[in-house]
């Protein structure tokens, strides 16, 4: 079992910036990959980030592409969503995933054994 808590949400003026955190209890955080995907009023979950259980390997949606970062911190049993430029259409409810399957880096919702409870961003224009 792994239990999942996102911060860091908050409301943000378009062009800001903000930090999501994803703290992780439970069995060893290194045997996770991890993932974040958004959900936006009334749109299915989606896809944002993912990477691998060392930290090597990334991946990312397109539309945050050279905006988004995500990283972890294995001794903290930590990961992150460093959010940039944000933009309007950014505003969703953020969630941390876990995936057991720790040496593919999948983009589906389920596929994923772990999720957070989610952390709202709001972009205002």
């Known amino acids: 079992q792994v239990q999942l808590a996102e911060s860091g949400g908050g409301l943000v003026q378009a062009g800001g910036s903000l930090r999501l955190s994803c703290a992780a209890s439970?069995?060893?955080?290194?045997?996770?990959?991890m993932a974040w995907f958004r959900q936006a009023p009334g749109k299915e979950r989606e896809f944002v980030a993912a990477i691998s259980w060392s930290g090597s390997v990334t991946d990312y949606l397109d539309s945050v592409k050279g905006r988004f970062t995500v990283s972890r911190d294995n001794t903290k049993n930590a990961a992150y969503l460093q959010m940039n430029s944000l933009k309007p259409e950014d505003t969703a409810v953020y969630y941390c995933a876990a995936d057991a399957a720790k040496y593919v880096l999948v983009r589906s919702v389920h596929s994923m054994d772990y999720w957070g409870k989610g952390t709202l961003v709001t972009v205002s224009s």
């Open positions: 439970g069995r060893a955080f290194s045997d996770y990959a």
